[in-house]
């Protein structure tokens, strides 16, 4: 037996579990020290109520003969698929039933969605970004050229027709900066995917937080993403659902390559590997979608946005540039001083203990930023401001 030779190209670990580990050293070592962690993306509001009905009602159902349920539906319940196709409708997108997956989430969506691709493909990537995109493809021996995002392009680099990239990734709002890119931008990718042959996965988990008028919630508001583009979309961020697990993935019919449909391709893995989300938690995403859900979804959203207003006016009051926020749950920071974005992190856990994310886990131009998330509780989130401004001011 030999192992995959590819795992070697990968860091030692997965970054947010690098964080974790280091961050309970320092509370081993520390043990009075009252860590405020905003680091990984992970979300403190309970769910909304409407959603808890459901799972209750659901739950109950499983409980009685007559309603009880066994394996569901291969790519969803329709149910469900109805609410997303819904959810879509309100954007002016019309799906298909059949064009929607539903899965336990972005992260296992994008990290398999690789499978339909032949491994000789050349991936674009941006730096900094997800860190998932670059790994799931290191894995699997792909090559990747990167697409720089920098302080300059405001972090949304447009398409260089001197690159030739079979797979594009884009995430926007944009993990870990925050940025977003405005429909034109977007059509400047769907142009390119399309004149390339090439074909976008668009990561729109943090979708719920675009404020922006002229920045779309998902790729299909641009003419002509539909023969180019797969959107992976969460209910991690949009609804709590982190710890719930449920998301979907949209993969049109018109988008054929190599006279495949990917969908059908799609269907046949998810068939083969994939047993659905339980019907308990269909039920609960279903909530999500009717209106007391969505607007109780909302104010989760909106308390999030007021973290991120506090951390940013904590910055702007040290003197320190960042951006991120408006369409996002991130602040996205320089780091002070110039320093490099890990001695930073342990200067930030070591003197304010607070816990950010080391934006060169992030990619190479994540180097020297640094990304604090707005999904803590507002208190602490109010407290780590002051902390930052007393540490930095
Ligand atoms: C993050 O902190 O970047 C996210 O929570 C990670 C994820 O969504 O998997």
Redesign the pocket.
Known sequence: MKPNPYFAALQKSYL?IDIARRVSAFTEANPNADVIRLG???VTRPLAAPVVAALEAASREMGSADTFRGYGPDTGYPFLKEAVRGYYAKRGVRLDADEIFISDGC?SDCGNIGELFAADNTVLIPNPV?PVYVDSNLMAGRPIVYAEATRENGFLPLPDRGVKADIIYICSPN??TGAAYTQHQLAQWVDYARGNDAVILFDA?YECFVQTPDVPHSIYEVPGAEDCAIELCSL?KTAGFTGVRCGYTVIPKALVRGAEQLNALWARRQGTKFNEVSYIIQRGAEAVFTEAGMAACMENVAYYKKNTAVLSAALAQAGIWHSGGQNSPYIWMQCPGGMKSWDFFDMLLDKAHVVG?PGAGFGQNGEGFFRL?GFGNAARTAEAAERLVKLLG
Do not use: E, Q, R, V
């Open positions: 947010f990984i993306g992970d992260k997800y993990n870990p988990a991690s994310t998330t």
